[in-house]
């Protein structure tokens, strides 16, 4: 229904009144039928913006635009750089109640990582409007406070239509369908996207982000730290940056999802990194997806518009239908005859037909009890969204109800067997944001196949619980074999996260865990010390005799070890400068993660992983004893300097990394921790956690 539509709450602000195709003074003709009350459509083309004010440095801006009925925000446009003419030619839906509240246009400069700068604001008399006649409207922003100054224009094309005609129920379902819409403003997808086409998305456009050529530099060195960042419709990623380069190598694939059958246009924009200051803009592109064929890939050299260069792209369309919804009463699954299908399309046979195909997953959302009252009067609205991995499908909502019944069914194609199901039940609210109700997070490895359970619902960061139980129902069939070679690739990137921000009690957590691993390595240290100290004769005994032997023809190098040692003191000292906290928290991360899964592999903390360890290690071993150890390394060899002339495009990765980033942290651990709920299952007796 709706193109593009957000809602939330917001302050009015004063806005100036506009005279230019649309008579705002009350006056019309008497001939034309003016809107009266009632329920109306306002279809609205934001065309383009002449003349806007610069509010950056360089004599430039970064507009969007809001539009805003009786105070929430119903649209915003995307974000043209670094233009004071920006061309939008974005359509929006909006359903009004009553014409009474005009519609107001606030135009914005995007700061990254600062408030955004106020650019003019106009707005719009609907009650001036002639009902089903497009309308062109020129808009002349003014700022209340400097009411002479000259901000530019906005142009737009609009058209009225009563909705009086259609049936309450069609209207209803509209209207909480764009009530939905603003709930997840914080999110990158959107649920009014989710709501058109029955929540399902009709295919997949895979990118792999190459490498850039001669692009333009922005620092005082001749260089820049580029990074890409990618948009289709409310779907982001962003790359890696590559620093002090012109020409950076990203080798980054990821996936989007394509939920209108003609395809879209991928928003590509460049940027250089600047620590401790506004990224610079480097330069722009895009892609229509409308214009590329399907099941074909197609490698694309774009250039960057205002600025300089070229990026290179390998993008596929795949025509897909991995996910779906369906009542509780008309269940595919339980019919035998699908269920077998299921089952041999994931036989051992077919190991090498489609190998990312690795499973299927089927949800059932039953029925939630003892929910948090979200609202004054003792009640919540809610609704649940279930997420695996960049998939995300979400129920209907139970109004007035502490204890919903949904009896949804949700299925999805597995692509890793290692993913986590995700299932969060929220509280509709139509004046702000949703509020955070509880959430699971379950791997796909733990599940046990066609049993009920009641899972009890935790806080955010699913590290306690919270109020009420959510009854699911779960089946996983997947192809061990396309499983295990999965492990062995990049891991989905999820690209709707949320970034990271500092917390003192997370990085002092994360401080901790390394401490913990850096701990177990000084502890294996001064046990081989130990060795050499005597303390347990038998023990040192048995390493001289092991060192002896290894160390027999290597005597003659130790000298030249001694004056390599001598050079490498003053490298470290280049490391005293500090980094940003963010990035020191995210790093203290990523080494207790490692040395955790690490121990994690071998404590069989996820006896799938550590039965591949065992199975990969006895084929090695099987390998290396029929075959000489000089011809497997000639064999890797050969492999390694050849790669790129067979494969130029392939994305570099490391096996062994891989298989480490399937096996959960300490901290995952008991995110994924179930737990027990009340026996007595009267109303919960806990404390109200924190949500935050």
Not at 204 to 212: D, F, R, W
Not at 266 to 288: M, N, Y
Not at 444 to 449: A, E, M, V
Not at 520 to 529: E, K, P, Q, S
């Amino acid at each position: 229904m709706l193109d593009s539509c957000k809602l939330k709450s917001a302050c009015n602000l004063p806005l100036i009144c506009n005279k230019k195709i649309i008579n705002t003074a009350g006056t019309s003709n008497a001939e034309v039928p003016l809107a009266g009350p009632g329920m109306y459509q306002l279809d609205i083309t934001l065309r383009r913006g002449q003349s806007l004010a610069a509010r950056d440095r360089g004599g430039t801006s970064d507009p969007y635009v809001k539009f805003k009925i009786g105070g929430k925000e119903v649209f915003r446009s995307k974000i043209i750089h670094k233009n004071l003419n920006p061309v939008w030619e974005e359509k929006a839906c909006i359903l009004v109640d009553h014409l009474r509240e005009p519609l107001y246009i606030k135009v914005f400069d995007y700061d990254f990582g600062l408030q955004d700068d106020f650019m003019g604001s106009a707005f719009l008399d609907l009650t001036q409007l002639e009902l089903n006649r497009p309308t062109d409207v020129t808009l002349t922003l003014k700022d209340p406070h400097y009411p002479d100054h000259d901000l530019g224009i906005i142009l737009l094309s609009v058209i009225l239509t009563p909705k009086e005609g259609e049936s309450r129920d069609v209207t209803m379902l509209m209207r909480k369908s764009w009530k939905r819409s603003s709930k997840f403003q914080t999110q990158s997808l959107r649920l009014s996207d989710l709501h058109r086409k029955s929540h399902l998305w009709r295919g997949i456009v895979s990118i792999t982000l190459i490498e850039g050529r001669d692009l333009k530099a922005m620092d005082s060195n001749g260089l820049s730290d580029p990074y890409v960042k990618f948009r289709l419709g409310h779907q982001k990623y962003k790359s890696k940056i590559m620093p002090k380069t012109l020409n950076p190598q990203w080798r980054e694939q990821f996936d989007f999802h394509l939920y209108e059958e003609r395809g879209g246009i991928i928003d590509i924009t460049a940027w250089d990194k600047d620590a401790g200051k506004r990224d610079d803009f480097i330069g722009r592109c895009q892609v229509d997806l409308s214009a590329l064929s399907r099941e074909q890939t197609h490698k694309l050299e774009l250039q960057l518009e205002e600025g300089e260069g070229h990026l290179v792209l390998l993008v596929t369309l795949t025509a897909s239908a991995t996910v779906s919804i369906s009542d509780l009463s008309v269940n595919s699954l339980e019919d035998q005859k699908e269920r077998e299908e299921i089952l041999k399309r994931y036989s051992p046979l077919r190991i090498f037909h489609n190998l990312k195909d690795v499973g299927f997953l089927q949800v059932k959302v039953i029925r939630a009890e003892g929910l948090m009252a979200a609202d004054v009067t003792g009640k919540s609205d809610p609704f649940c969204v279930v997420e695996l991995n960049n998939d995300r499908l979400l129920t209907h909502t139970v109004y007035k109800n502490l204890n919903p019944e949904w009896n949804k069914v949700f299925t999805f194609n597995i692509k890793d067997i290692h993913s986590v199901l995700e299932v969060t039940v929220y509280d509709e609210d139509r004046d702000r944001s949703a509020d955070f109700l509880g959430k699971v997070a379950i791997p796909l490895l733990s599940i046990q196949n066609g049993e009920q359970k009641a899972y009890v619902l935790k806080n955010k960061q699913l590290t306690g619980p919270t109020k009420g139980v959510i009854y699911l129902e779960i089946d996983v069939i997947f192809n061990a074999v396309k499983a295990s070679l999965r492990t062995l690739i990049p891991k989905e990137q999820k690209y709707i996260e949320e970034e990271n921000r500092l917390s003192k009690q997370l990085l002092l957590r994360n401080f901790i865990r390394m401490k913990r691993c850096v701990m177990v390595l000084v502890n294996a240290a001064y046990y081989i010390n130990s060795c050499f100290d005597w303390d347990s004769p038998p023990r040192s005994l048995a390493a001289f005799v092991v060192v002896e032997d290894m160390l027999e023809d290597e005597e003659e190098e130790d000298d030249k070890d001694d004056k390599d040692s001598e050079k490498k003191g003053f490298i470290n000292k280049i490391y005293a400068i500090q980094e940003v906290c963010v990035s020191v928290q995210n790093i203290l991360d990523e080494v207790a993660s490692f040395g955790e899964r690490i121990k994690n592999t071998f404590n069989w903390t996820v006896p799938f992983l550590s039965w591949l360890a065992i199975v990969a290690l006895c084929v090695f071993t099987a390998i290396l004893y029929c075959i000489p150890l000089r011809y497997i390394v000639l064999v890797w060899g050969i492999n390694k300097f050849t790669k790129k002339l067979r494969s130029p495009y392939a994305i570099d990765n490391n096996e062994l990394l891989d298989f480490l980033s399937r096996v959960p942290s300490d901290v995952q651990v008991v995110q994924y921790q179930e737990l027990k709920p009340d026996p007595s299952h009267s109303p919960y007796k806990r404390k109200k956690n924190n949500l935050g």
